[in-house]
């Protein structure tokens, strides 16, 4: 390579600057950047929805936070069902914000899971804020996000929480289902009921029309 005519020249950002004239005879540039910082604890991936102003305590909320079977066992991942209307959303709404206000998640992660490539673009870009994955490659960022989710002897214990609202078909979760690890709670709405929702231990709570508590009569 030749370099004739320079002068002074500025670059940033780990670019390059010349103000002359190159004459190439084989040229390799292999530009580094720094690496990124993975993200400090707590951390929210996904905007929660703005609670609605008429929303009420029912019982399902109930039902949410006290997820146990009859074996005495912590159901970590429950599935909301119900018809289009009836406040599934809100109810995940409330429960991730119950939980992230009170301090007991380190990353909550919220996905508009309306398809499987929104499922991917959602675990992706977490990857790219908690772990520094390569935004490049969303898939392979999405699955290190989840590989990342499973417990891990002699690590540092994450608390997480990850709401997937409005499935809208269950085989969009084939292969993206967070993993079971008892640091880690998970929970899906959906309008649909296959078998599929709930097998591996994940629970459904149906959610029906909202009724408000009867008043008892005058006496």
Known sequence: MHLSRTGDATASNGGLANTGY???????LVQQTAPRAFVAWPHQVGVLPPPAQSF???TEVDRLRDAVNRGGTAVLTQVLTGTGGVGKTQLAADYARTAWDSG??????WISASSRSAIIAGYAQA?????????GNPE????A???WLEHKANQNPCRWLVVLDDLADPADMRGWWPPTNRHGRALVTTRRREAALTGEGRRRVTVGLFAPPRKPPPT
């Open 56 to 58: 009420q305590h029912r």
């Open 140 to 143: 392979q960022a999405a699955r």
């Open 22 to 28: 190159l004459a190439i005879d084989h040229l390799t």
């Open 127 to 135: 990857g790219v804020e908690v772990l520094a994955a390569d935004p």
């Open 104 to 109: 007991e998640v380190d990353i909550l992660l």
């Open 145 to 147: 996000f989840l590989v």
